[in-house]
T-cell receptor, first 117, second 114 residues
Framework: AQSVTQPDIHITVSEGASLELRCNYSYGATPYLFWYVQSPGQGLQLLLKYFSGDTLVQGIKGFEAEFKRSQSSFNLRKPSVHWSDAAEYFCAVGGELYGGSQGNLIFGKGTKLSVKP | NAGVTQTPKFQVLKTGQSMTLQCAQDMNHNSMYWYRQDPGMGLRLIYYSASEGTTDKGEVPNGYNVSRLNKREFSLRLESAAPSQTSVYFC?????????????FGPGTRLTVL
């Protein structure tokens, strides 16, 4: 069965510092991988996604993620964090639903990012 | 273009009461989804509708029913609410329902069952 693990529940970084959020997945075939961000009291917004091709994917708000098949990972990075990046981040894998080809998403449990001034 | 809208934003129910959460999208998407979000659990799929006229169970369907009213609207009903259904509920939609499609999320409904 597909699964997504985000090992870090809560991360605090200083404004201007670099950021890496970890995501590991379990999936039998080529995964479709997503990163979403949820600001407090808001819905989820797509940051970036990976299906195939170049393993380094650029997203919105200056985020990027790298797909590493050998490590079953899809880590999210940002070179310099801004206070407005404080939010919860969810990694998700798109896969098959009950043997079909429906595009369900399996979400990780999320990583909450706090930013120190 | 409002995207995905949900009503109500907040709701408090007593155990045993019923209610319907409404969701609508104006992006002409074919597929729609209902998730619940609980602290430390991420989002879990309750029901989905691949296209107008079809609905299927997701990971946690017990205690819920859904109706795909038309292409735009997908409602979630709690017939007899229980405290275990206290959660934040998100509706989402995608164009075709394929694994590669981006899902667009509504702002959520925060439900408390006393």
């Amino acid at each position: 069965a597909q699964s997504v693990t985000q090992p870090d529940i809560h991360i605090t970084v200083s404004e201007g510092a670099s950021l890496e959020l970890r995501c590991n997945y379990s999936y039998g075939a080529t995964p479709y991988l997503f990163w979403y961000v949820q600001s407090p009291g808001q819905g989820l917004q797509l940051l970036l996604k990976y299906f195939s091709g170049d393993t380094l994917v650029q997203g919105i708000k200056g985020f990027e993620a790298e797909f590493k098949r050998s490590q079953s990972s899809f880590n999210l990075r940002k070179p310099s964090v801004h206070w407005s990046d404080a939010a919860e981040y969810f990694c998700a894998v798109g896969g098959e639903l009950y043997g079909g080809s429906q595009g369900n998403l399996i979400f990780g449990k999320g990583t909450k990012l706090s930013v120190k001034p | 273009n409002a995207g995905v809208t949900q009503t109500p934003k907040f709701q408090v129910l007593k155990t045993g009461q019923s209610m319907t959460l409404q969701c609508a999208q104006d992006m002409n998407h074919n597929s729609m989804y209902w998730y619940r979000q609980d602290p430390g659990m991420g989002l879990r799929l309750i029901y989905y509708s691949a296209s107008e006229g079809t609905t299927d169970k997701g990971e946690v369907p017990n205690g819920y029913n859904v109706s795909r009213l038309n292409k735009r609207e997908f409602s979630l009903r709690l017939e007899s609410a229980a405290p275990s259904q206290t959660s934040v509920y998100f509706c989402a939609s995608s164009f075709s329902g394929r694994g590669t499609d981006t899902q667009y999320f509504g702002p959520g409904t925060r439900l408390t069952v006393l």
